[in-house]
């Protein structure tokens, strides 16, 4: 029995969140609704726009209208913008509920039993974290539009700051998820164990699930990064988005270095016991060539099987320690490569936020 079975890229993985309680289940019906609901909110602020202008008294040609609201470059972007973060989270839910689907597996624990640890993640804490992650987001969002001189917020101030808002709290519910897993893969390895030798999960990478949900969600913030840096230079710098994907990187990055330190902290009482095991092994190998009549010939199968059993001790040591040691290091490159593309893109814009002329 799965917990989570397979999911399609955008198709609703199991979950009790409320934002995606209004989310269609399946991946045709999900992409017409965020497009429609995209386009949707941008018609509202236009009609708004109008109906301002025309309050003001403002001769509105609508034929070839010429509305702030049309070359405002945060409108332009923000259909986009918004959809993508409807994207990142439906693929957020998907990435983790199919790894822990894979780890489950792994483990010498029953289905129900995980589910009982699970459910928190992927059910009404997160639900309320998402909130309150998104408060100071939104509070700064609030403040910031006062304090910059905007006055008394207009209808379409409000709009903008309700979007900014949904979208805080998407990016409050990704937080969460982020948070909650480190938190439950370290109460799922201290209850429970693996079904198999450490030296089999080495060799097999049955760990791989694990820091598997962080590379997937580094992919994740690298896509979500780029959307983010791209808005900063064409809608103009807004710190509390430079923050949002900042804290994300850093949060997909803290996770990936403490779920390995987990894993190996778990795997590491065992490995010893399995060296100490392996050294031993090599010892009676030592005693058994040293045993051995030194005139004996090399093609004395007695002689053969003597250091066969020498240098296949000093094979599963050393390959052992090897694998042991390098976990997760070609995983950990890839995802410094990820994180820095967007960091080192985001630069120029902070360096020219500074006063510094680089174009």
Known sequence: MEIF??????EKAKNNWWIEKILPD??????????????????????????????DGVEFDYSNPDSDYLHDREW??????????FVILR???????????????????????????????????????????????????????????????????????????LERIILGYVICLMLGTVFLIWKLLRSYHYSAPADVVLMEKRWKPFTQLSLEASSLVLVFALVDVAYLYYAGFWLADFLAFMVLIFLV???????????????????EEQLL?????????????????????????????????LILAFLKIDY?????????????????????????GIIPKLLQERGFEIF
């Open 5 to 10: 079975p397979k999911h399609k890229s955008l």
């Open 26 to 55: 399946h991946s045709k019906k999900f992409v017409l609704f965020v497009v429609a609901f995209c386009l949707g909110i941008w018609l509202i602020g236009y009609i708004i726009a109008i109906s301002s202008d025309i309050i």
């Open 76 to 85: 332009q972007y923000q259909p986009f913008y918004l959809a993508v973060h």
């Open 91 to 165: 693929m957020f839910g998907v990435v983790y509920t199919r790894n822990f689907d894979d780890t489950i597996r792994l483990l010498k624990a029953k289905p129900e039993e995980i589910s009982q640890h699970t459910r928190w993640v992927f059910g009404h804490v997160s639900n309320i974290g998402a909130f309150i992650a998104a408060t100071g987001f939104i509070y700064y969002d609030y403040s910031t539009m006062l304090d910059e001189g905007f006055g008394a917020l207009t209808s379409l101030d409000l709009l903008i700051m309700v979007i900014w808002g």
């Open 253 to 271: 990055s803290a996770s990936f270095l403490v779920s390995t330190w987990i894993i190996k902290s778990d795997l590491r009482e065992e490995v």
């Open 277 to 309: 095991m392996f050294y031993a092994e090599l010892e009676e190998a030592k005693k058994g060539v040293r045993s051995l009549d030194p005139k004996m010939p090399k093609t004395d199968t007695r002689w053969l099987a003597a250091n066969m059993d």
């Open 320 to 344: 052992l320690e090897d694998q042991f040691h390098t976990m997760a290091a070609s995983d950990a490159k890839v995802l410094v490569l990820r994180m820095l593309i967007p960091i080192l």
